[in-house]
């Protein structure tokens, strides 16, 4: 299982070996590379000076500032910005479901695009959002995407969008999602020092449906990479892009 893939389609490529499915719980797309500035579509087409000065204020959340040099920056280079986005996301997609394995399970990511998915998925990659499925005899539920932030990432939804595909899944044994439950400890950020978005909902059906699992990705470097609610372990994948290393369940 993995998460937050970000453009590792090397390790991508080897994450299924020896397991019976894949499952990938999104953010394929790597828009920029904290760790590294210098990797992703923002320095690509900004440089890393301006892929440095972004991130410095983000991490102060200035986020005001930061959208300001993005429309500055976009209006300088005189291009389409969409257009300029969906292409480099097309290359990027075009590598990364070539490297998934068959079969993978898999749901979007709060900057995945999905539209885009249905031309990149071949048929032994199953996309589901909002939807489960029985896999050796247990039922996985899938919610992708994220809530609204200040980030303003491609696919983030609303509250109640977002509670509608939750109470969807009805009961399952495994919770996935892109996401974290709404715990502080599995949505603070010990790096980017904050809070992410986590789902209210998410954690109501955890305390509601008691699934064994609620897997979820999304925060890089959490304070808390598992805990348990009630009887649901709550485990955070991992961020695949730094780590290369897929997370294994096994019953």
């Not at 301006?50 to 959340?61: G, K, M, P, S, Y």
């Not at 910005?81 to 979007?108: C, D, H, N």
């Not at 790096?191 to 890089?220: C, K, N, T």
Request: hydrophobic share 40%; net charge negative; aromatic share 10%.
């Amino acid at each position: 299982m993995v998460s937050d893939v970000h453009g590792n389609a090397g390790a991508l490529a080897e994450a299924g070996e020896g397991a019976d499915a894949l499952i990938c719980l999104g953010d394929l797309v790597l828009f920029l590379d904290y760790a590294d500035h210098s990797r992703g579509i923002f320095p690509d087409l900004f440089g890393v000076e301006n892929a440095d000065l972004i991130v410095e204020l983000r991490t102060a959340r200035r986020f005001d500032e930061a959208r300001d040099l993005g429309r500055r920056l976009w209006a300088e280079l005189g291009v389409d910005r969409a257009g300029a986005i969906e292409s480099a996301v097309r290359r990027q997609y075009a590598e990364m479901f070539a490297a998934l394995p068959t079969p993978t399970y898999a749901t979007y990511g709060n900057v995945d695009i999905p539209t885009l998915w249905p031309e990149y998925a071949g048929p032994g990659t199953t996309v589901l959002d909002g939807e489960r499925i029985e896999l050796d005899g247990l039922v996985f539920g899938f919610v992708g995407g994220g809530l609204h932030s200040p980030m303003r990432t491609p696919y983030e939804i609303s509250e109640e969008e977002y509670a509608a595909k939750v109470e969807a899944l009805g009961e399952v044994d495994v919770l996935c999602s892109h996401i974290p439950p709404d715990v502080p400890e599995l949505t603070y950020d010990t790096v980017a020092r904050r809070f992410e978005r986590g789902s209210r909902a998410l954690l109501d059906a955890i305390r509601r449906v008691r699934p064994r699992y609620a897997l979820f990705g999304h925060v890089h470097q959490p304070l808390a990479r598992r805990m348990r609610v009630g009887r649901t372990e709550c485990v955070n994948v991992g961020h695949f892009a730094a780590t290369g290393r897929p997370w294994t369940l096994e019953w």
